[in-house]
């Protein structure tokens, strides 16, 4: 009489406990995940836009108030001079009051308008159904004049991209500065 011993090996021979992905299923999560990158990029656009947009304003907001802390803390006109045709502006110290930049006056600048960002206005009107003007710039020879004393003459810079338009608005006695969006309607920001 002969009695077998068993091998120890499992009788389900071929059947695996590997609990990988496989390549197909990959492809499946990497094209539900392309349709839905595809979907949300134009939302992602947008928001980069209005992004732009508000960062480009409040960053010219900064050096007009920068402009007029520099003539109170100098003691000398600064200006604020706008070249809406090129989309630049720059600042500088008139330390001789002929309103024109001289060598070796102090200035800051030229700034560039970001890619997308331009000067003027998609509403007919400004808030308070102020004009705005052709080139975006409502300023006396496009430029703002602080005096040592922190004044100002008053004016409007209009800027816009494809969807909305942002105002900014300098007050002449304080220089204080004012912000505005357009989509539909005007709504201030600042």
């Known amino acids: 009489?002969?009695?077998?011993?068993?091998t120890g090996l499992s009788e389900k021979a071929g059947t695996s406990s590997d609990s990988g992905v496989s390549l197909l299923e990959l492809l499946a999560v990497l094209a539900i995940i392309?349709?839905?990158?595809?979907?949300?990029?134009?939302?992602?656009?947008?928001?980069?836009?209005?992004?732009?947009?508000?960062?480009?304003?409040e960053k010219m907001a900064d050096?007009?108030?920068?402009?007029?802390?520099?003539?109170m803390e100098q003691g000398h006109s600064w200006r604020v001079s706008f070249s809406p045709g090129q989309g630049t502006w720059m600042c500088y110290c008139d330390e001789d009051g002929d309103s024109e930049i001289d060598p070796g006056e102090r200035k800051l600048g030229p700034y560039m308008l970001e890619k997308g960002i331009r000067?003027?206005?998609?509403?007919g009107s400004g808030p308070n159904n102020s004009s705005v003007p052709a080139d975006g710039v409502s300023f006396v020879d496009d430029r703002i004049s602080f005096s040592p004393m922190g004044?100002?003459?008053?004016?409007?810079?209009y800027l816009c991209d494809r969807e909305r338009s942002i105002a900014?608005?300098?007050?002449?006695?304080?220089?204080?500065?004012?912000?505005?969006?357009?989509?539909?309607?005007?709504?201030?920001l600042k």
């Open 168 to 188: 900014i608005r300098v007050l002449p006695a304080s220089g204080v500065v004012r912000m505005w969006q357009y989509r539909n309607a005007w709504e201030e």
């Open 34 to 57: 392309s349709i839905m990158a595809a979907i949300a990029l134009p939302d992602l656009s947008r928001f980069a836009s209005k992004k732009i947009l508000s960062h480009q304003a």
């Open 151 to 157: 004044s100002c003459n008053a004016g409007s810079i």
């Open 119 to 123: 000067f003027g206005c998609l509403a």
């Open 63 to 71: 050096i007009i108030h920068r402009a007029r802390d520099l003539a």
């Open 1 to 6: 009489m002969c009695l077998r011993q068993g």
